[in-house]
Each structure stands twice: as C-alpha cells, then as structure tokens.
C-alpha cells in the first residue's frame, strides 16, 4: 500500500522564530512561577529538611506504581490500532510509549511526547497519517477522563482563581469547550457548517489544522469500534485513579496524612492546569499543590516537597524510556502493516 501524507498540514506550522517566542514564553512562565514561589512561600532549608527525612522505599513504590500506569496507557494506545488497521505488538507500542513519556521532559509542552510517538509508530508502519490518527485518539480519550473528574471535583475544591477565573469556572469552561468540540467531530454535517462559518472569518487559515482532527476521528465513530472506544476510555479513568495513587505514596513517604478524598478533588485539578501554557506544567503545577493542599492545612515547603517528589517519580518511571530509544537501532519506514 502506498505510503500515506502526514495528516497535519506543514504548510501552517509556525515559523521558526514564532516558536522559539513561545518557547521562551514557556520558561519565562516557569522561572517566574519558581520565583515567586521561593521569594514569597518557601523556606529552602525546610524544603530541603522534609526531602532528606523522605520515606525512599515509599517513593520507590511509586515508580513502580507509576510505571505500571504507563504500561496499561499503551495497552489503550494499542487498543486504538484497530479502527485505523495497523497491527503492532504490544511490547512494541509500549517501547513507543515509555520513549515519548521520556521525551515529554525535554520538550517544551506536555504534548511533545505525543509528537515522538507518532514518528515512531509512522515508521513502524509506514502509514504516517494513521499513526496520527491512533495517537491523537489516545491523547484524545484520556482528556476525556480527565476533564471529567476535574470538573466534578472543582465542585468540591477550596476556592482558586487561575488569573481570576475559579478553578470551577475554568474546568466548566474546558470541559464544555471539549464535549462540544467532539461533538462537531462526530457529526458530518456539524463539522461542515462550522467549517463553513470559521471559513468567513480570519480564522479561516486553521481549517485545514481542523480538518486533520475530523480525519482522525472518522475511523472511531464505526458502531463496530464502539466497545474498543469504549473500553479505552475506562482505562483513561482508571490511570487517573492511578496518578493519585501515587501522589498518596508520595504523601506517606513525607509522613503527610492526606484524606485520600482530598488528593481525589486536587489531583485531576493539578493535572488539568499542568495544561497551561509553560515548560511542561512545571511551575503551574507546583503552586497549585502550594495553594490547594494550604487550603487544608499542609505548609507550602511539604507541599512544595510533594509535588517535587512526583515530578522525580514521572521523571524515574520514564528512564526505561531514555534508555531504550538510545539502544534502538535508526529504523527507516517499514512496509505498512494493516489488519
């Protein structure tokens, strides 16, 4: 079968200078956030103090804990193959996806492991655009799963404004924007009414960035892949039951007595902000651990301890990652494989 065009149109990437703005804009974000952080909340020694008297064995259960997360989210990734009919193994897929979990911290969003995942899985199967597809679905199902509990559970949170918006205001609005947006990608004649309104505007130039996206969503509206969405979509819920799992680990290795019901509300909503625009969420996530776990009574220098002790067992759980993209041989595009 010949080899088919990448789904996303590079004739409306950014310029070069455009994106080394942005990026800077991102560390700008995360060095200010630090900045006030330590300048206005934290006592370094302190901080310092509660991660020497860190249970490790704790913290090592996380990792593995965390670890195992990934493993289950490729399985979900692998799921998502068959509506687009490419057959990988599974031990592959979750190579792919420990490589792009490494890659994640040392690019400049949270999202650009998913770009490395699907060049490694394009030149498994030699079917670029469908590679997109699989991966844009996984990213797709699992903000589903998050945005759900994070909009549930800002109904419970301690009042947060993010730049003046609630947190419960702010995870309303995400969500809604979400739902209808898959809405519009779901439904043919949807998509190409409002195709045809943002074609009459200035946004007329991301039509064809919107066009990939309802692309990449036709395989999975087939009734006959209902049960495998379906099924992705719980293990969506389920890694999120993970993430505080181990945020709880990480709590007991400071000997922090955290309800769990707490980290239940807080966690999804640390999780979603993490999505706002710096260097990987860094910075963004770790005031909210500072603001929300205060609301409750934890000083900020353990919360600050926590969060970091996450970002080191994300950071350990993605070595594997490292570790195998650096013995992988250079493949070149192979010959598709379909179902």
């Known amino acids: 079968m010949a080899s088919e065009p990448v789904p996303i149109a590079t004739d409306q990437a950014p310029p070069p200078r455009r994106r080394l703005l942005s990026t800077l804009g991102k560390v700008a974000v995360t060095v200010a956030l630090y900045a006030i952080l330590f300048a206005y909340k934290l006592d370094l020694h302190k901080f310092l103090d509660s991660l020497r008297a860190a249970n490790l064995a704790w913290v090592a259960l996380g990792i593995i804990v965390y670890a195992g997360g990934q493993w289950l989210s490729a399985w979900r990734w692998w799921l998502l193959l068959r509506p687009v009919e490419l057959q990988v193994r599974y031990l592959r897929m979750v190579a792919f996806y420990f490589i792009g979990m490494f890659f994640n911290f040392f690019l400049p969003t ?58 419960l205001h702010l995870a309303l609005l995400l969500f809604a924007g979400f739902i209808a947006a898959n809405l519009v990608l779901a439904d043919r004649r949807a998509y190409h009414l409002i195709d045809y309104l943002v074609a009459l505007t200035p946004l007329g130039r991301l039509r064809s960035r919107a066009s990939s996206l309802y692309d990449a969503v036709v395989p999975y509206r087939a009734r006959r892949w209902r ?4 099924a992705a979509i719980v293990q969506s819920f389920l890694f999120q039951a993970i993430v505080i799992l181990v945020v709880f680990l990480n709590a007991k290795a400071l000997a922090l007595d955290v309800p769990v019901a707490a980290l239940a509300v807080f966690v999804p909503l640390i999780s979603l902000a993490g999505m706002l625009p710096s260097m990987n969420g860094l910075g963004i996530r770790d005031v909210l651990y500072v603001l929300l776990l205060g609301r409750i009574g934890v000083p900020a220098d353990v919360a600050f301890a926590l969060a970091f002790l996450y970002f080191v067992v994300t950071f350990a759980a993605s070595l594997p990652g490292g570790v195998v993209y650096a013995l992988r041989r250079g493949p070149g595009i192979r010959s598709e494989r379909t179902t």
Not at 227 to 230: T, Y
């Open 110 to 167: 949270i999202v650009g492991g998913d770009a490395v995942k699907a060049i490694l899985l394009s030149r498994e199967t030699g079917a670029p655009a469908r590679s997109t597809m699989s991966v844009f679905m996984e990213r797709n199902v699992g903000l589903l799963a998050l945005l759900t509990i994070a909009t549930a559970a800002a109904g419970f949170a301690p009042t947060v404004e993010v730049k003046g918006i609630s947190l």
């Open 227 to 230: 049960g495998v969405v379906a």
